[in-house]
């Protein structure tokens, strides 16, 4: 089954708005996390919520759990230029062992 | 702030030749990975190793992957006979081996075939 299914796949905004991007699952999971990747480059990570927490703030950064839904979302608040990159959700669950299931991502752009 | 580092940046090879990517995990790290990712698609676990041994695989890690920690630092990604599909950018990451503290990747390396 698809594990982490990001929306939008795609979201414009100027700088200084909120973006948002959800991320659904379909199976129980241990955790939730959020990497950023810059065009062609690595997977930087962002912030992980536990099944058991609601939510989580890092920064700029807030991230909803909700597991009655199987959804999350990221809210990057007060957007720059720099934040220009695709984010994925990333899950592991005790079925699955010790290893990550990405989304497909969604691309943000900020623009200035 | 330790850093997983991968070598080469960039490889491009000829079909059926064999190639050798390398990654240099954090040094206390317990568990090592391998992820890829074809152009436009999701990234994509291929394995994880863990005491010197594989200790989970995905369906993509066929005998055609191998995968070696030859010294205290390295760790090696081997693809044999490669085909064109192979082409992805390819990311080693390591952990702790506690999932909640996330996990340290690469920057990758970007595999052509051709």
């Known amino acids: 089954s698809q594990q982490g299914e990001e929306d939008p796949q795609a979201l414009s905004i100027q700088e200084g708005e909120n973006a948002t991007m959800n991320c659904s699952y379909k199976t129980s999971i241990n955790n939730l996390q959020w990497y950023r990747q810059n065009s062609g480059r690595g997977l930087v990570h962002l912030i992980l919520?536990?099944?058991?927490?609601r939510e989580k703030h890092s920064g700029r950064l807030r991230v909803t759990l909700d597991t009655s839904k199987k959804s999350s979302s990221l809210l990057i608040t007060a957007s720059r230029a720099a934040d220009t990159a695709s984010y994925f959700c990333a899950t592991d669950a005790e079925a699955a062992g010790n290893k990550l299931t990405f989304g497909g991502g969604t691309r943000v752009l900020v623009k200035p | 702030e330790p850093e997983v580092t991968q070598t080469p940046s960039h490889q491009v090879t000829q079909m059926g030749q064999e190639v050798i990517l390398r990654c240099v995990p954090i040094s206390n790290h317990l568990y090592f990975y391998w992820y890829r990712q074809i152009l436009g698609q999701k990234v994509e676990f291929l394995v994880s190793f863990y005491n010197n041994e594989i200790s989970e695989k995905s369906e993509i890690f066929d005998d055609q992957f191998s995968v070696e920690r030859p010294d205290g630092s390295n760790f090696t990604l081997k693809i044999r006979s490669t085909k064109l599909e192979d082409s992805a950018m390819y990311f080693c990451?390591?952990?702790?081996?506690?999932?909640?503290?996330?996990?340290?990747f690469g920057s990758g390396t970007r595999l052509t075939v051709v």
């Open positions: 919520i536990r099944s058991n927490e």
């Open positions: 990451a390591s952990s702790t081996g506690t999932v909640y503290y996330g996990y340290t």
